[in-house]
């Protein structure tokens, strides 16, 4: 946001009227609000969509990892694309793709086809999210940028909170016979209607030829996460000792994504301009907060999953019965992330501390809830309250202190490198986690599964508390508007 202020601030343009400049924030609030809503819809709809579909166990991890994949993989290119051939294009191709990715979703046929139609509407997001912080940042002066982007916290909690909601009373109302298809057949609506205001209201740019994108990084990336993502899927579906021509077929994939990682890491040290600059790998700060961000957004990705799957197969809740138990971890994470804004400055990395031990503590209190075979479902509400507040604190203050000490011409690469791990992370979070409820599952039963689960994530964050003094002790106060 920071590198985006500096190089529209000095660009000479007339000044929009307020009116289409609000119109035009709420064009970008719109497309951000339905990557979110489209992000979070499958962790309810899982297991309803595989018990139509069919798919099975491999199907519910692809949902979710699909998406974060092609998301994450692709955003900082989609960022590169919009400078250099003008982000209002980027930003109409990218919603229009996305809308008829919805639609493909909603009318897949096959499992496979969903997954394919997934991967799609990532790879369009990618294209979309990152052009709104440059068009409001070229519309809206210098003076004022800070009421628009006042907004987006507030306007993702809620779309946090709403999206499973929403989602679950799509599937449970069973709309015109369509069941689990009406939640992605709703975005020919939304963003139909997003993509002609967009059209529109979006001032045209010409952009940059000169700007340099990566695409063979992004391919070894790309090819990498399936790789390793199929693997582990393919293990936990199929088993570990599943072979073709005589090698384990899990086992091959997760070696060939080893070995486009490895690809990719020596693209990033010969690119001209890499997705991630070296220099920023070899700042304490950065790599540290890189690293407990991936494993930190992975372990509570994996978490959100197996808490539904566990509520649903488990413990018998409708979609639109798992959606209200969650409430109180989406209500935390709106808390926490809003009231943590203002304390940034102050506390700094103490904050992403706190954070991992209110997610340890909430995590303790499921697997004591579980141990114990308690069904209540109100007996739930304070732990998964704590851990949204956990997640809130620390997940709202991470990054921001993550790049306290870089260079601020930095800034913005950082920035963007950081989102990118984030989607990542969260689809090998939920496809890693998901593989370890399901072969826990397998002759000792659910409430085994959700255990075995909690122990792995909780595991985690407590891995990530070593981290934390590795961090940078505040945010830049640039960050701030």
């Not at 409708?318 to 926490?336: M, N």
Request: net charge positive.
């Amino acid at each position: 946001m920071t590198q985006i202020l500096h190089e529209t601030e000095t660009r000479s343009s007339p000044p929009l009227p307020a009116r289409t400049r609000w119109a035009i924030l709420g064009v970008v609030l719109a497309a951000d609000v339905l990557d979110l809503l489209d992000s979070t819809i499958t962790t309810i709809a899982a297991p309803t969509i595989t018990a139509d579909l069919g798919g099975g166990h491999a199907l519910v991890q692809w949902l979710g990892a699909a998406y974060a994949l092609a998301l994450g993989v692709l955003l900082v290119p989609g960022g590169r694309l919009g400078d250099r051939y003008g982000r209002r294009r980027m930003f109409l191709l990218g919603l229009a793709g996305f809308t008829v990715a919805s639609v493909a979703c909603g009318l897949a046929p096959t499992p496979a086809a969903l997954v394919v139609a997934r991967l799609a509407q990532g790879a369009f997001g990618a294209l979309l999210i990152p052009q709104g912080f440059g068009i409001l940042g070229t519309t809206w002066p210098r003076d004022q940028i800070g009421k628009a982007f006042s907004l987006f916290g507030p306007v993702m909690g809620l779309s946090a909170v709403g999206g499973p909601v929403l989602a679950a009373f799509l599937v449970d109302a069973d709309l015109a016979g369509l069941g689990w298809r009406a939640m992605f057949l709703i975005n020919l609506v939304l963003g139909g209607a997003a993509l002609l205001a967009a059209h529109r209201l979006l001032p045209r740019d010409t952009g940059d030829r000169g700007t340099a994108v990566d695409a063979l990084g992004s391919l070894w990336l790309a090819g990498a996460m399936l790789g390793l993502l199929g693997g582990l899927i393919d293990g936990s579906a199929h088993g570990w000792t599943a072979a073709t021509a005589g090698v384990p077929r899990p086992l091959a994939l997760l070696l060939l994504g080893l070995a486009l990682f490895a690809a990719f890491c020596r693209r990033q040290r010969t690119a001209p301009d890499p997705l991630i600059r070296p220099t920023l790998l070899r700042n304490r700060g950065f790599t540290s907060g890189l690293l407990l961000g991936v494993v930190a957004f992975a372990a509570v990705a994996g978490l959100l999953y197996a808490v539904s799957l566990h509520l649903q197969q488990g413990l018998g809740r409708s979609p639109t019965g798992t959606a209200v138990a969650l409430i109180p971890l989406c209500a935390g994470i709106v808390v926490a992330s809003i009231a943590c804004h203002g304390l940034i400055q102050a506390h700094g990395r103490r904050l992403v501390a706190v954070g991992l031990l209110l997610v340890l503590a909430g995590c303790g209190w499921l697997l004591a809830l579980t141990a114990g075979s308690v069904h209540n479902g109100w007996a739930l509400v304070p732990p998964l309250l704590l851990t949204g507040l956990g997640m809130g604190c620390c997940f709202g203050t991470v990054y921001d202190v993550t790049i306290g000490d870089i260079d601020p011409a930095e800034a913005g690469s950082a920035s963007g490198s950081l989102n990118a791990v984030q989607q990542l992370a969260n689809a090998v979070g939920a496809a890693a986690v998901t593989t370890v409820y399901f072969h826990s599952l397998h002759g000792h039963g659910e409430a085994h599964a959700m255990t075995v689960s909690l122990t792995v994530v909780a595991a985690s964050i407590a891995g990530c508390l070593g981290l934390v003094r590795l961090l940078p002790r505040k945010a830049p106060q640039e960050q701030h508007h």
